[in-house]
């Protein structure tokens, strides 16, 4: 049984601060990241305003960067898509953030509205498109920083860019 001196010799957990975390300035976790990006989608004044659209190519944005990722912004026209890509070792996170984008892998098509996410692991593959009548506009997290987007043959689906489980990710012909 406990005494009030166990209590004394534990004493109050909130007054240990050794013992909590101290919230991080930059996401380092998937979680983290989807909710930066949640918060960054949720805050329409930080990213409205920059949105452009382009008849000849999807347009791209890059809002932010801290250490070891990149938060960007695309905007996409009836039509405009990526190819067939990966994001080479970059994982991310893709949310839609006005409009409706198509998603094509080896599994199937899936359509992604606005709030949809998609979280990705390296080497993901997929085609994105907004075959709908209105603009789309997204946001992508990726981390590390994209640096190289593969390209793959319409259907083809190698052992480094195969799909895994739920994952996906967005992209395009230069970010996505």
Do not use: K
Not at 162 to 171: K, N, P, S, V
């Amino acid at each position: 049984m406990n005494s009030d001196s166990d209590l004394q010799i534990a004493g109050d957990i909130l007054e240990v601060p050794h013992l909590l975390q101290t919230p991080r300035e930059h996401p380092a976790t998937v979680a983290e990241f989807v909710g930066l990006a949640r918060a960054v989608a949720a805050d329409r004044a930080q990213w409205e305003h920059l949105v452009r659209y382009d008849a000849t190519t999807r347009w791209y944005h890059r809002l932010r960067t801290g250490p070891g990722y990149e938060v960007w912004l695309l905007s996409w026209l009836p039509g405009q898509g990526t190819g067939r890509h990966d994001h080479g070792p970059s994982s991310g996170v893709l949310t839609v953030l006005d409009g409706t984008l198509t998603e094509h892998t080896r599994r199937g098509t899936r359509a992604l509205g606005a709030g949809a996410q998609r979280v990705f692991a390296p080497g993901y593959a997929h085609e994105v498109v907004n075959d709908t009548l209105r603009p789309a506009v997204s946001l992508h997290v990726y981390f590390p920083g994209l640096t190289e987007m593969p390209m793959h043959p319409a259907g083809s689906c190698t052992a480094a860019a195969r799909e895994t489980g739920d994952a996906g990710r967005l992209a395009g012909t230069r970010h996505g």
